[in-house]
């Protein structure tokens, strides 16, 4: 199965200002996904980030607040920008992996916001 | 995807079969039941998937009803590192087992395992 690096693994940061959050795949994928995990909460998909195109963001999620790239088939960052306290959770991105192994994740990004 | 439900917690002994239901019953003919669990603070795991038929791996056996309308993970030989949250999603995959798209977390099953 894939092997994710995700980095930061977690981060301090004040409000109004913005995180860059990196996700490196050790082999090429099609789609990657970024979550939102809220603290006692599930999991929740933020959007799709297919390389060379837009990525498709979930209903309540936009592209001016989370903003994503992929430059190319191993890579993809999410920004959360403007931070508020509310955006304090932890980030994840995931890959789809060959069909025995299921999606696998990164260790996540925990944000703080104050 | 079909939604699934699950209990909110469980407690299970050190050593004993642990014992993790999942009702998903607006399951359609081509959609999976993949099984991940999460421990504290970590990225989710994947555990195991089916279709229709019982399977098992190093990790777990995964049981689907007949009716595929429901399921349960067994972790045969519960330990206290398999304290974790267990999500039971369901979603499709193509004709040739290649899943694709996202991947829809209800709010899983809290799983404790003590001495």
């Known amino acids: 199965s894939a092997v994710i690096s995700q980095k930061p693994s977690r981060d301090i940061c004040q409000r109004g200002t913005s995180l860059t959050i990196q996700c490196q795949v050790d082999?090429?994928?099609?789609?990657m996904f970024w979550y939102r995990q809220q603290p006692g909460q599930s999991l929740t998909l933020i959007a799709t980030a297919n390389q060379g195109s837009e990525a498709t963001y979930e209903s309540g999620f936009v592209i001016d607040k989370f903003p994503i790239s992929r430059p190319n088939l191993t890579f993809s960052t999410l920004t959360v920008s403007n931070m508020s306290p509310e955006d304090s959770s932890i980030y994840l991105c995931?890959?789809?992996?060959?069909?025995?192994?299921?999606?696998?994740f990164g260790s996540g990004t925990r944000l703080t916001v104050v | 995807d079909a939604k699934t439900t699950q209990p909110p917690s469980m407690d299970c002994a050190e050593g004993r079969a642990a014992n993790l239901p999942c009702n998903h019953s607006?399951?359609?003919?081509?959609?999976?039941v993949y099984w991940y669990r999460q421990i504290h603070s970590q990225g989710p795991q994947y555990i195991i998937h089916?279709?229709?038929n019982n399977e098992t791996n190093e990790m777990a056996s995964l049981i689907i009803t007949e009716d595929r309308k429901s399921s349960t993970l067994i972790l045969p030989h519960a330990t206290l590192r398999d304290t974790a949250v267990y999500y039971c999603?369901?979603?499709?995959?193509?004709?040739?087992?290649?899943?694709?798209?996202?991947?829809?977390f209800g709010q899983g099953t809290i799983l404790t395992v003590h001495p």
């Open positions: 082999s090429q994928v099609t789609m």
């Open positions: 607006t399951i359609s003919g081509n959609e999976y």
């Open positions: 089916g279709l229709k």
């Open positions: 995931s890959v789809e992996g060959h069909w025995i192994y299921g999606y696998t």
């Open positions: 999603i369901v979603r499709v995959a193509s004709a040739g087992g290649t899943s694709y798209g996202k991947l829809t």
